[in-house]
């Protein structure tokens, strides 16, 4: 919440954490007659829904009712470079990452985030608003003596991962869908959303905290594999868990088999 304490900003949550954002959400989110809010951010892929994406056809939806309105239209595109074999496939309908980015008045990517550089991002918009940006950049300590080091290791990681987005979103899709038909997880196992949209997707497991940490060591002491970097109770529902799934180019090699066995393991020792 830095942007309460350093800014006095007011925030309003639009959608909900199950589903993309659709401009019903906004309108429900800002009916007429009421006090409008200078910017709408919209994060792409959403996270806290596992990495949906928004459809193209929403985005403009969303974009045209901001520009009747006078609002401004920000992306949180910390992970864009993941949406891109959404939009620009069967599902988005052959759209670039500058078809989406060309809908919004500014755009925030990530260097780490999807690329794996060390760290750093970019912000993107009109002369004018970049300006700004300037300021207050400084303002809040982020004027670093170079960025050098930096702008090399962004520009040599987007080089080098690039071309991987695609590979990584259809290896995610054909993992969760060999889980999903092959492991016998008695209810226990959701993925959300259950056809990734992306290279990440979340996965609930319906058990508490302690069962799924003592069956995960199992698994990881018997198969030397681990079924999830990080796990926590879910929001939703404390009973449960959730952990996110990402894959990255070191896991495109692992074959579909060696996660199926390992989750099959998993929900065997689950008490």
Request: proline share 6%; with cysteine.
């Amino acid at each position: 919440n830095s942007y309460k304490a350093l800014l006095n900003f007011n925030v309003i949550h639009v959608g909900r954490t199950d589903q993309p954002i659709t401009l019903a959400d906004v309108e429900a989110a800002l009916p007429a007659g009421c006090s409008l809010p200078s910017t709408l951010q919209i994060e792409l892929p959403q996270r806290e829904c596992g990495g949906v994406c928004a459809s193209f056809e929403e985005l403009v939806r969303i974009r045209e009712f901001t520009q009747r309105r006078g609002i401004r239209l920000q992306m949180d595109g910390a992970r864009l470079w993941e949406c891109s074999p959404f939009y620009n496939g069967e599902v988005g309908g052959k759209r670039t990452l500058a078809d989406v980015c060309a809908l919004f008045d500014s755009v925030y990517v990530s260097f780490y985030k999807g690329l794996g550089g060390i760290t750093g991002a970019m912000l993107l918009g009109e002369p004018d608003f970049i300006d700004q940006a300037r300021v207050w950049q400084r303002r809040f300590g982020g004027n670093l003596y170079t960025s050098a080091p930096y702008a090399i290791n962004a520009e040599v990681s987007y080089h080098r991962s690039r071309d991987s987005f695609a590979p990584r979103a259809a290896k995610m899709k054909e993992v969760v869908a060999a889980i999903s038909e092959r492991v016998p997880a008695q209810g226990r196992l959701q993925f959300q959303p259950p056809v990734p949209h992306v290279s990440m997707v979340h996965v609930r497991i319906m058990a508490d905290l302690k069962a799924v940490k003592a069956a995960h060591e199992q698994v990881k002491e018997r198969l030397g594999v681990e079924v999830y970097n990080r796990v926590r109770p879910w929001k939703a529902d404390e009973s449960a868990c959730l952990c996110e799934w990402a894959v990255g180019p070191a896991n495109l090699d692992i074959p579909t088999d060696t996660f199926v066995s390992a989750w099959a393991l998993f929900f065997e020792l689950l008490a």
